[in-house]
């Protein structure tokens, strides 16, 4: 992390542990990764926050109130910081280096690469990459933390994929994570009630379009959705053309077309309904079926009364407002 320190002080730069004063508030102690930065005979302290969901002010305050009880200059260690931020940081005179290259240590030197963490946007609607590591999260049993490794390979997402949607998530406050070497370790901000209904508007039907099959070809191993699904878990009851299966985007590109009618024909004939949905549903399918959430968004425009009574028992049980009392 601190190579790059080297191309500006040389190898006479050293970094180790640093026992903290005794008067050291357990705020910082526990809330930040503190060491001992080396240089010739020089030495200064180096408070990295352990939490990625820091505000500045805090920092600043914080490091001032160390300051004060620590015989060495002390500065700040952020993993990234935008350009607005450093500008604030040297107006107020607050010591700090960057793994961006950006050093700032009045006491021994300053050297600036203009390189910045790119400022993220939270758009209305999470991408639909986002979306599946948003409910993954909220799905996990464990209150544990998980690392991006982690997540990547449960979800067969890529690591750019899971990096995007985890700046999302963290930008917009629904989730924290810890930095340990080359590890991010994530977290929800909420309990699991609390977390679902803060991400909730953001989330959108999973459903990108219908294709409509022959019975025969249907395959019984695909996880039910729509309504099929809700009848499952609620007292609504399905018809023959009720129904609906799940499948990937992917798969949705390999169904032979001599498989595929019309929707005329389907209603004329009989035959299946596939959603073709943006993320796999398979990835949080559970007992053949799709998840709750999922099916609750695919479904929460049906101006069907029967379907939105039995989508209560969904926004019910993962304590959600229901729809009649809104």
């Known amino acids: 992390m601190f190579d790059f320190l080297e191309t500006i002080f040389g190898d006479n730069i050293k970094v180790s542990e640093f026992d903290c004063p005794a008067k050291t508030p357990f705020y910082i102690r526990d809330g930040y990764?503190?060491?001992?930065?080396?240089?010739?005979?020089?030495?200064?302290?180096?408070?990295?926050?352990?939490?990625?969901?820091?505000?500045?002010?805090?920092?600043?305050?914080?490091?001032?109130?160390?300051?004060?009880?620590?015989?060495?200059?002390?500065?700040?260690?952020?993993?990234?910081?935008?350009?607005?931020?450093?500008?604030?940081?040297?107006?107020?005179?607050?010591p700090f280096i960057s793994p961006s290259q950006q050093v700032y240590l009045p006491f021994w030197g300053c050297s600036f690469l203009e390189k910045f963490k790119t400022e993220t946007t939270v758009p209305d609607k999470m991408a639909p990459g986002t979306q599946l590591v948003f409910l993954y999260l909220y799905y996990l049993q464990t209150t544990d933390t998980v690392n991006l490794t982690q997540i990547s390979r449960d979800l067969l997402l890529s690591k750019a994929t899971c990096t995007r949607a985890i700046d999302d998530l963290t930008v917009s406050g629904l989730i924290t994570y810890k930095t340990e070497g080359t590890n991010k370790w994530i977290s929800p901000s909420f309990n699991k009630p609390e977390f679902l209904k803060k991400g909730y508007p953001r989330l959108k039907s999973p459903v990108e379009r219908l294709i409509y099959v022959r019975t025969p070809f249907h395959d019984s191993a695909l996880p039910k959705s729509g309504v099929l699904a809700l009848a499952d878990i609620s007292m609504v009851g399905a018809n023959e053309q009720d129904g609906a299966t799940a499948i990937s985007k992917k798969a949705g590109t390999q169904i032979p077309s001599a498989e595929i009618i019309s929707e005329q024909d389907f209603r004329d004939f009989g035959g299946h309904i596939l959603e073709v949905w943006r993320y796999d549903p398979i990835l949080l399918a559970n007992n053949r079926r799709v998840d709750d959430i999922s099916l609750l968004l695919s479904l929460e425009d049906n101006p069907n009364e029967r379907i939105q009574m039995g989508l209560d028992d969904i926004r019910e049980k993962h304590e959600l407002p229901i729809k009649h009392e809104e």
Request: hydrophobic share 35%.
């Open 33 to 94: 990764k503190i060491q001992s930065l080396s240089w010739n005979k020089s030495q200064c302290v180096l408070l990295s926050p352990i939490d990625s969901s820091w505000r500045l002010p805090t920092l600043k305050k914080q490091l001032i109130k160390f300051q004060e009880i620590c015989e060495f200059p002390c500065a700040l260690c952020l993993e990234n910081i935008t350009s607005k931020q450093r500008r604030n940081l040297i107006e107020s005179n607050i």
